[in-house]
């Protein structure tokens, strides 16, 4: 008897562990300072990319710094983007330049530290031609 009540507690925490969920807090410790009461939101994978999901949405801590926590949270990588709410105004590099999707990993309760450097919306459009030069819309 006692074997087949350790074998279910051994079962239990196995089903447990592999069906685990976490809380993530994501903190936009900087950001730029053009647009500092626009709503900010989390997009990716994990919401089909939707820019300005409310269940996705910063809200302002008694510090002043934006912050999101979301709970129960399944273990995975996650590719993400901060955006102001429209795909026209999501984070960029400090020069204006698109930017890789940011990779987090949750494997435990946890919380991620972000800079947004730019938004793309507040650098010149760029088009991109054959031989790769880029060149402002502005300047032709």
Sequence with gaps: MLQ???LFVVAAFLCITVRAQYTVKL???AI???HPDDAMYLMGEYNQWTPN????QFVKDATGKWTMTAENVPANMYEIKVTRGTKETV???GDGKPM????VTVNSDTTFHLTVAGWTDDFPKQTTYL???VVPSSAR
């Design 4 to 6: 087949k009540v350790s």
């Design 27 to 29: 903190v936009l410790d």
């Design 32 to 34: 730029p300072p053009k």
């Design 53 to 56: 999901d409310p269940n996705s």
């Design 91 to 93: 984070e960029c590099m």
């Design 100 to 103: 890789d999707n940011r990779k």
């Design 131 to 133: 031989n790769r030069k």
